[in-house]
């Protein structure tokens, strides 16, 4: 077993042979997100349920993602739920096919937790999502963590099990779920944010990315953490749906405050006409990408094309 320097931290397996972080590439304009894909819809339980039963099997997830892929939407932003380790697999099975697949994985994956802790107890749990390579020190690891009610083991533990899934596969960038940066936040937890950065960045030599419902605190507290420029994900969009603060607060951040803006729930699940939604988006400063939930290649394409008429294009 290959430890580091530290002698009880093993190697992570989806680690490249040279993690060294690079400097920041620019994300994609689009990118695709997977609420659809396990039932997630903040406007209608029934549209949730009819999604989740859709999308029970990974070849009903594989369909959209190809759909995507095949109208240049090369990057997907999803949780580590079980079904997206399913989607890594096939993805590593066809090279060739996916040479420009990147995943953009977002940690941890609550519901999959909540349910390893209710099962098997929180030591438990957390053997059960370990690295392959190293469990028995990453087990001990992880006792001590949580005897010490040590923050730092804790978090680098669960990064390297999340992402043990995703081995093999481009993930150039690494977000913390928005249930856990805005529990930190409201714990006043600060220090979490910058172990959690420093450990995406020296092990993987990935981008470490936040997720939150109230991203002017969420600024706040990274820039108290000496972290430049973050690349912040959040709710953006003209009626301030689930925006903490409300669209005002986000308007003079997103005009003031130096960081990589990622906007989600653009079209407030369907209260927003597409085109409407775009085209305010992009008369907003300082948006970098946009993340969106699609289940049909007639709703990609038409996203797709609203987003290529509004945002110019990039220079290489």
Not at 49 to 66: G, K, L, N, P, T
Not at 235 to 240: A, V
Not at 241 to 255: I, K, Q, W
Request: contains cysteine; glycine residues 6%.
């Amino acid at each position: 077993m290959t430890t580091s320097a530290q002698g009880d931290r093993p190697i992570a397996a989806p680690a490249p042979a040279s993690a060294a972080p690079a400097a920041p590439a620019a994300l994609d304009r689009l990118l695709l997100g997977d609420n659809q894909f396990f039932g997630v819809n903040h406007m209608s339980e029934e549209k949730a349920r009819a999604q989740a039963m859709r999308f029970q099997h990974v070849d009903a997830i594989m369909e959209v993602i190809d759909a995507a892929y095949d109208e240049g939407i090369t990057t997907f932003m999803c949780t580590t739920h079980d079904r997206i380790a399913e989607v890594a697999d096939r993805v590593r099975a066809e090279p060739a096919r996916y040479a420009d697949f990147a995943f953009l994985p977002s940690m941890p994956y609550a519901h999959k937790y909540a349910d390893a802790v209710t099962e098997s107890g929180m030591l438990g749990a957390i053997r059960r999502f370990l690295p392959e390579e190293g469990i028995v020190n990453a087990t001990l690891r992880g006792g001590r963590a949580l005897a010490r009610k040590d923050i730092e083991g804790i978090i680098t533990l669960l990064v390297d099990a999340e992402l043990a899934m995703f081995r093999g596969t481009r993930t150039p960038v690494v977000w913390l779920q928005n249930v856990v940066v805005d529990l930190l936040l409201g714990l006043g937890f600060r220090d979490a944010f910058g172990v959690f950065a420093e450990h995406v960045r020296s092990r993987y030599g990935a981008e470490p990315g936040f997720i939150t419902m109230n991203l002017p605190l969420c600024l706040d507290v990274l820039a108290d953490q000496g972290i430049e420029n973050p690349l912040v994900c959040s709710n953006i969009n003209k009626i301030g749906f689930r925006m903490s603060g409300g669209v005002e607060a986000y308007r003079r951040v997103l005009d003031e405050r130096p960081f990589r803006a990622v906007a989600m729930s653009v079209f407030a699940s369907g209260a927003i006409p597409p085109r409407e939604a775009i085209e305010w988006l992009a008369a907003q400063p300082n948006v970098e990408s946009i993340v969106f939930g699609a289940s049909t290649r007639a709703h990609l394409a038409s996203t797709k094309a609203l987003v290529d008429e509004y945002f110019p294009a990039r220079v290489a």
